[in-house]
């Protein structure tokens, strides 16, 4: 599915969109605002790419962070929660988040290997993660990150 579509979903029922990326560094939220009329349904993004900022910014366990690391499926599940809030407006949190966080390379981190991500998307009702292994060079790395991102929004969406 396509951001557009995505969006398009998203707008007519009435819903809204936040992002948090950390592996793909803004290239998700800006498939989302290449999009006319993305701001109709698109509250934010927020890269939090250090790890400390998942805590401070998103609301990241830190102590879950000093065990697991930032590459984990609880991480990333509430890196899309945590987005949901900060990035509310007038006080309403956004419907609908997706998050990114893994290794794209050129070198293993934490004990993850390069190519590991995990996708995290958040209702308020449903949350889900998958954890992906992706071929190739950082960038490869990153642009099926973004797609799987996508896909993930069009699973929980029932698009």
């Known amino acids: ?3 557009a579509a995505v969006l398009d979903v998203l707008r007519r029922r009435g819903q809204t969109l936040a992002v948090a ?5 803004g290239a998700l939220s800006a ?3 290449s999009v006319p009329g993305a701001s109709d349904v698109l509250t934010g993004a927020v890269v939090a790419y250090a790890t ?3 805590a401070s910014l998103l609301g990241v366990d830190a102590q879950l962070l000093a065990r697991r690391g930032p590459v984990d499926p609880e991480v990333v599940v509430q890196m899309a929660r945590g987005v949901r809030t ?4 007038d ?3 956004a419907d609908v988040s997706v998050a990114t966080t893994g290794v794209a390379g050129p070198t293993a ?3 993850k290997q390069v190519g590991v991500v995990h996708i995290g998307v958040s209702t308020g009702e449903r949350e889900l993660s998958r954890e992906f292994l992706f071929p190739g060079d950082r960038a490869a790395i990153r642009a099926a990150a973004v797609d799987a991102a996508l896909a993930l929004l ?3 969406l029932g698009a």
């Open 1 to 3: 599915m396509t951001a």
């Open 21 to 25: 990326e950390s592996l793909t560094g």
């Open 154 to 156: 069009a699973e929980i």
């Open 52 to 54: 400390p900022i998942k």
């Open 91 to 93: 006080g309403r949190p």
């Open 31 to 33: 498939a989302f605002v």
């Open 86 to 89: 900060a990035l509310a407006v």
């Open 109 to 111: 981190q934490g004990g």
